[in-house]
């Protein structure tokens, strides 16, 4: 009866098992590092988010909430023991998987779900999900693929020439969808050795090292404790070299809650069951008052910004004026997969395994931290479960690395929820202050932003926020006078680094408040006031860049319709009375792509082997995004291949060339050209080869080369061509760095080559009586240039239309009180409002195919656009996000006295 | 490694309970969010594997809700009108997942200011039984739960049972939970109402607030009020001020304590509209 030691069976995907574990181990362990069945993710450990979702006989649990003895006797399901099922194909041809860290737990929970109920209703089926957290899809297409999980026909890969514009299913996503891909906590070599790190519990503190030896010998196992003091390289690092801060291994002072000043590292088994605040170590509170940085006394670390014409004077010329204030806070990026990786040894090579947005960046800076030549450090980056701009950071790489380092042992790290929660980067928390005026037409005349953003207690993107905030803070607007200022002040508190947006999402919050109440004053219709001053082509923006393939007008235009039609049903609901009252508004956003004025370029190889493999080394980091597919189909036309005959190497430090980090909606833009200039090389070379004709027609099948124009037909025999040094009988590298120059001390040039453009509006209802809001619908209406791929363009806008909204209406980071996803709230599938999105191509100059970035664009406009429509239905200006029901509640108040 | 015992019968249960101190485990959804750790923490004693404590029975006085019975055994189980609150809460516990797992008793034993089933059960007068080695006893709920976090519980016993009387059983329910968002969530505030109306007449009332106080809170001045009062109409009795009276709401990240007061009182009136206007509920 009592089974204290005993061994406990189970079944596991039909197979019986029979394990001598602990019988209170929780299951999620059990299955992955007990039975290698790391398919089952863990997010959170606390049930908050459902990633570990199995089925304990047939029904679904949280794992990680399950002690292996409650598994005893009973049948387990894991995302192991679907083969190919119509729901998993569901999964891909609806791009329902993004990073995919969430999709197995999505996929258990439904399997369940249709077992009981095989043709749900969506309400239904959203229900069924909201156990699952998705950061990525905004769920539309998870649930989109729940309820079309009939067997299909097999996807069909686009012909030659016609990848660009398809409906392509991600190239990567089977092993998402099966459960086999590999994120940062799925590789363990043998005979590795887990780390933890010793924590800051609060900050400003000193602290003292006491007698680690002695310590060291009390615990029941062996344990290798590393500090400060064992770091062979430089122990600083930072995203932005002349601002780096930031210690690997704090080395007297804490600066934040969750700072890491010490390792510890040994067998699994001991170092999970130390209790880490034995550890002899003595803290201090210090003076918080003290500036953060010796070397900032103000805690200043930069102020950036730009100023054209005399707003000045433009605001006191104005017809009218506006005025408004905005405060946002922390936001988590709440990725599923805190952060985790494996180091090990390969000779002399360090190589690191871990979840990565940067890998050229990680590479060079660990080795700067660890004293290694560059070369000598390979990073390959796992899967990552989510990014969003935090994995940009260094975090566990020198720790990791550092430990495989002076053990020879592979060295692995798994952050915690609350120590990724902790101790990793956050969007800036930001006091924006804005006047804007406009002339007696309505046309904006000048515009003044000023904007404090709590950088907390490292440098990391502070500059690139307060450089990117003041040359957007404009909007995509005609704004002749202008002067914006936004400062990165530090604070002991968690660091605020990037963060999909990069600072342009709080400002703009601001600046379509500002619009609101002048096209009010104006009495002029909200959208026709933006379209009356929307950026054209031609026109200069903010910094004097005169810009070409500006689609904000279009996007404004496409909106037109929705827009008439969703005021008029607004109109109409409100007229009925009662306490829902209906509202509708709509905000704008433009986002440069790329670096600001700084080099950032990418660089792409494409070949042939003499076996007639095509292979494109693709070294842009696809966080869930979808780079390893787009940056494909662009090559493919380029070359005149098929996209389903690629396959892709890479990312790896080691075998791709550097196509830069995974940011500033970049990839697609900056990688794609390179992809494009790579393939269109690689196209004339066989051309020149088979001496054909321009438009000729290129096959391959098996070791031979096709080209066929109208004069005919050319083989090309591939074994009888000599292979270069990468093994390729026919290649291409080609490398492209966007055309962009410095700001000068006014913020005046032209710090981006290409620009996205995008408009959404926000359908929602406000229950008066309880200041809660419900978004009905976000229609979101974004220019493209070009269109490489619908199905995962849609995913981007529904991902972000989600962060935008949890941005306005849930999302507040509190350093040590909402360490987790139960106090930290992101959107459920219940949160979510339909979401529509209208694509519009105004071709780019610069762009590759025309093509401009989406990635960050789709979450600048939901926030302003959600408050907008609160206040068009009941009047109330929330001015500090998130607008949580006392909020509004108290705003609606005020509006009414 | 700690000791794990998961005995097949009550006796063998409350042995060990006699035996040492240890954690009893249910569900295990609060234990184990409760620590970072890879096990749950020190010796354990698992009930799950005491079939005769799963599930929920009528019997002689009423309905009984056995100590190990599942959020989602609540929702599958055939009730009167009066549980209808109960499942609606069971169904905003947490997830599915959450539901699966989880218990009514464990949701009270945890004794969260928040915990979804507080309210309902409170409203439904339920009483706590409790047995050690050496007797059982009976405890109504909200002598049970004392404190924020904190039971009448006393070292060597545990509770084998929520009992539900039949006077409670009468009439129909409402459960309103306010959060911040859909699911997975904790409550910004949350009722639960339970009228029992004869001809157009209240009968008897049970309404209960959670999260506005550190123990669920019974609003017995104001089930007072609306006793024999006409269903019609009813909830303009319900006042901001006469809940207030009755709550200690607190400020936290979720809300600040006035408006958990007031949403309290909106919740309620609309709770008991919504059981005396049924064509409007649907609507």
Known sequence: ?897 | MAAYHRPDTLQGALDVLAERPVTIAAGCTDLFPATQGRTLTGPVLDITGIAGLRGIKREEGGFRIGATTSWTDVIRAELPPAFDMLKQAAREVGSVQIQNSGTVAGNICNASPAADGMPCLAALDAEVEIASAKNTRTLPLLHFVNGPRRTALEPGELVTAITIPEKATRGTSRFLKLGARKYLVISIAMVAVRLDIEGGTVRDAGLAVGACSAVATRLTDLEATLAGQPSSGLSQHITDAAVAAALSPIDDIRADGPYRAHAAAELLRRAVDDLTQPARAAA
Request: glycine residues 12%; aromatic residues 4%; contains cysteine.
């Open chain 1, 1 to 897: 009866m009592n089974r204290a030691t005993a061994t406990i069976s189970l079944t596991v995907n039909g197979d019986p098992v029979t394990l001598p574990a602990d019988p209170s181990r929780r299951l999620s362990e059990v299955l992955r590092e007990g039975l290698g069945l790391r398919g089952t993710k863990v997010g959170c450990d606390a049930g908050d988010c459902g990633a570990c979702t199995v089925l304990l006989d047939g029904a679904p649990v949280c794992a990680c909430l399950t002690p292996l003895a409650q598994a005893g006797g009973r049948d387990v399901q894991t995302v192991e023991g679907l083969q190919a099922t119509a729901l998993q194909q569901a999964f891909l041809r609806h791009g329902a998987a993004q990073c995919g860290i969430c999709t197995p737990g999505m996929l258990m929970t439904a399997t369940a779900f249709l077992q009981e109920r095989p043709e749900p209703t969506r309400a239904e089926a959203q229900e069924a999900l909201g156990g699952v957290l998705c950061r990525c899809t905004g769920y539309t297409k998870i649930i989109d693929a729940v309820l079309d999980a009939a067997p299909g026909a097999p996807a069909q890969m686009p012909e030659a020439g016609h990848a660009v514009g398809a409906r392509v299913e991600r190239l990567d996503g089977g092993p998402k969808v099966a459960g086999t891909e590999i994120y940062g906590a799925d590789a363990c070599p043998e005979h590795t050795l887990l780390v933890r790190a010793v924590r800051a519990p609060s900050a400003p503190a000193t602290f003292t090292l006491g007698d680690i030896e002695t310590w060291r010998a009390a615990q029941p196992g062996e344990v290798h404790v590393f500090t400060a003091s064992d770091i062979p390289g430089a122990n600083i690092f930072g995203t932005i070299p002349p601002f780096a801060d930031q210690p690997a291994l704090a080395e007297d002072r804490a600066r934040l809650r969750g700072e890491a000043v010490a390792l510890v590292a040994g067998e699994a088994g001991v170092i999970e069951a130390l209790d880490l605040t034995t550890f002899p170590i003595t803290w201090q509170e210090a003076d918080a008052g003290a500036p953060v940085h010796d070397n900032r006394p103000d805690n200043l670390l930069i102020a950036g910004v730009v100023r054209r014409g005399d707003a000045e004077a433009a605001l006191a010329n104005a017809v009218h004026v506006a005025e408004a204030q905005a405060e946002t806070p922390y936001i988590e990026h709440a990725y599923i997969e805190p952060e985790a990786g494996v180091a090990w040894l390969e000779g002399d090579t360090l190589v690191i395994q871990a979840c990565t947005q940067a890998p050229v960046m990680d590479r060079d800076d660990t080795a700067r931290v660890l004293g290694l030549d560059p070369h000598k450090l390979r990073i390959i980056p796992a899967a990552a479960g989510g990014g969003f701009g935090s994995k940009l950071d260094l975090s566990l790489q020198p720790l990791i690395g550092l430990v495989a380092l002076k053990t020879g042992r592979p060295a692995r790290m798994i952050y915690t929820r609350a120590e990724s929660m902790a101790s990793t980067t956050k969007r800036h928390p930001a006091r924006m202050s804005g006047r804007a005026g406009v002339d007696a037409e309505g046309r904006v005349t000048g515009m003044i932003f000023d904007g404090d953003f709590n950088t907390g207690a490292y440098a990391s993107w502070g500059p690139t926020v307060a450089g990117r905030v003041p040359v957007h803070a404009s909007g995509p607007y005609y704004t002749p006078n202008y002067a914006a200022e936004a400062r990165a002040i530090h604070s002991y508190q968690p660091i605020s680094g990037a963060f999909r947006g990069f600072g342009v999402p709080q400002a703009a919050i601001l600046q379509e408040a500002l619009y609101d109440d002048l096209a009010m004053k104006a009495g002029l219709d909200r959208l026709a006031f933006r379209r009356l001053n929307a950026l054209q082509d031609g026109q200069s923006t903010v910094c004097g860049q005169v810009l070409h393939g500006v689609g904000i007008a279009a996007c404004l235009d496409a909106l037109k319709g929705p827009w008439e039609a969703a005021l008029a049903s607004a109109d109409m609901a409100n007229a009925e009375g009662g306490r829902f009252r209906h509202g509708v508004g709509v905000a704008s956003c433009w986002y440069g792509c790329g670096n600001t004025g700084l080099p950032n370029p990418s660089t792409i190889r494409v070949g042939i082997t003499a076996k007639g493999e095509l292979i494109l080394h693709q070294g842009a980091t696809d966080i869930g995004q979808g780079s390893n597919t787009v940056i494909t189909q662009i090559c493919a036309d380029a070359l005149g291949l098929p996209v389903g005959q690629f396959r892709l190497i890479g990312p790896d430090t080691g075998l791709t060339p550097d196509c830069g980090k995974t940011s500033a909606s970049r990839q697609t833009y900056v990688t794609g050209k390179a992809a494009l200039l790579a393939g269109q090389a690689l196209r004339g070379r066989i051309l020149a080869l088979s001496n054909m004709a321009e438009d000729a027609r290129i096959t391959l099948v098996g070791e031979t080369l096709t080209v066929t124009d109208d004069r005919g037909e050319r083989q090309v025999a591939l074994r009888d061509l000599t292979p270069d040094g990468h093994g390729y009988v026919l290649a291409a590298e080609e490398t492209y760095d966007p055309p962009t120059s410095p700001l000068d001390e006014n913020g005046q040039g032209s710090p981006y080559a290409v620009y996205g453009f995008g408009a959404q509006m926000a359908e929602l209802t406000v229950d008066v009586h309880l200041g809660i809001v419900r978004v009905t619908r976000i229609t979101a209406a974004h220019d493209l240039g070009r269109v490489i791929n619908p199905l995962l363009a849609e995913g981007q806008v529904e991902g972000g239309v989600a962060q935008g909204l949890g941005l306005a209406l849930m999302e507040e980071y509190i350093p040590g009180r909402t360490e987790n996803l139960h106090d930290y709230l992101i959107p459920t599938t219940g949160d979510m409002p339909e979401v529509k999105s209208i694509f519009v191509e105004v071709p780019d100059p610069e762009g590759p195919m025309g093509l401009k970035g989406l990635g960050e664009h789709v979450l600048i406009p939901t926030a302003p656009a959600i408050l907008n429509a609160i206040r068009h239905a009941t009047g109330a200006k929330v001015t500090k996000l998130p607008a949580l029901p006392h909020r509004v509640l108290a705003a609606i108040r005020e509006a009414q006295e």
